[in-house]
DNA sequence: CCAAAAGTGTTCTCCATACACCCATGC
DNA sequence: GCATGGGTGTATGGAGAACACTTTTGG
């Protein structure tokens, strides 16, 4: 079969922002590179898209090659395409960005030996290529997307307290929120549900545990909604 | 050099869905296809991406090249990336949407000489390869955009009545708004300039025409806002 | 008994909504 | 004078924001 584009063509890449929660710290995942250019640098997890592959499957590969990670929520970001964001020649990348509850997701450098690791996303270090612009943009779409989608609740155990909710709202959107009004908020909601479950081995009073109703979430979300916190 | 990917690459294309507003319909562009595949079919203007330009500069050119628009309001959508998106080999797309007012912009089918016109949104012919996938996500975009960025001013020409602007509202949001509410509101937001000016030939009352306002309308950004209609 | 976080209601303010009539103009 | 859209104000309800103390548990 003859090619629709007979002509140079630009390479195309995914790359992945994952981001995970560590205690009350935010977290993403990032490679250290073996290979020029920016060989000892630290990039996001990404690679080549094969010809036979669709853009989110190979996000899915390259989080599982590269930081054994499977199963996550997955969602494209953008399509970075500047002429010379890659120094060695023309390449496009397709950005996703993944939330995962490390508690669940142990992080491995997989296959190929590279060193992977969790960084604070307030304190990284400057990253290959136009990977900080990448993850700029992903801290911002996270910040938007959390206020209408409860995409939050990815990145939390499957049972976890209000106040861990609260706190996880509060590190992404930057910004202190009153404890009564986010804990009515959110149980008006009404996809939070209630175990007879507390946290255990604290050092004061235990909270109740609470879990994520995904049913009750969709008939929410079918009766038409707005998500506030 | 040696090349970063010896593999065999997807081809890289862009196509842009463009909204314009004609009277008070919302119209989008479609171009008719003079080759296979889609032979005779309508699609959304877009071509292959050069090696040596951007994701944006490559949309620009087409929609120059398609439809001789020049200077509009462009921003990245989505990108489609089907492993079987197109019949011919893999081929991947990076999708934008564009707002002109129509008044401005007049189309032509350009320099390749294929026919381009103006459809009413609500009533397009079935669109080749995955385009209708593509309009229907720039629609469901433009929807959620004009509620919180005043990017509808981009559809109407420089002056234009209130009531114009809350039938694009209208029409894009698919409800109808309550008048006053709606001038209040509109008005408050601050970056909407009165002219001294008054619609002509109308065959009742002209009504007043206003401007919108960017340095005003950035200045109200900075101060942290909510844009809401 | 002290430290630490859990849990719980009320008030006020503001904004979204609902609603109806007179005005100016062209024909 | 009639048809057509332009232009205007008020009242009500609901939601967001501010705010402080008691309870439980472990150490």
Same mark, same amino acid.
Not at 35 to 39: K, M, Q, R, S, W
């Given at each position: 079969m003859p090619y629709a584009y007979d002509y140079p063509r630009a390479a195309l890449t995914v790359d992945c922002v994952v981001f995970g929660l560590d205690e009350d710290d935010l977290k993403v995942v990032l490679i250290q590179r073996d =290979?020029? @250019? *920016? +060989?000892g640098a630290w990039a996001l997890p990404g690679g080549f898209v094969h010809v036979d592959e669709s853009l989110e499957d190979a996000a899915r590969r390259e989080l599982q090659e590269e930081a054994g990670l499977s199963k996550v929520f997955l969602e494209q970001l953008y399509t970075f395409g500047d002429? !010379? !964001?890659? @120094?060695r020649e023309r390449i496009v990348t397709v950005a996703y960005y993944a939330l995962v509850n490390i508690r669940d997701h142990r992080v491995q450098a997989a296959t190929d030996a590279r060193n992977a690791a969790w960084f604070p996303v307030t304190d990284t @270090?400057? =990253? +290959? *290529?136009d990977h900080d612009n990448i993850l700029h943009a992903a801290l911002e779409r996270l910040k938007g997307k959390v206020r209408y989608r409860p995409?939050? *609740?990815? =990145?939390? @155990?499957t049972k976890f307290t209000l106040s861990q909710l609260q706190r996880l709202y509060e590190t992404i959107l930057e910004r202190p929120l009153d404890k009564r009004n986010f804990r009515r908020k959110a149980l008006a909601m009404g996809f939070l549900e209630e175990t007879d479950e507390i946290e255990q081995d604290v050092a004061h009073r235990a909270a109740r545990l609470y879990r994520f109703n995904e049913k009750k979430y969709r008939r929410f979300v079918k009766q038409g909604f707005l998500f506030e916190l």
């Open positions: =290979l020029e @250019p *920016f +060989a002429v !010379r !964001r890659d @120094p @270090p400057t =990253l +290959a *290529f995409i939050g *609740f990815e =990145l939390l @155990p």
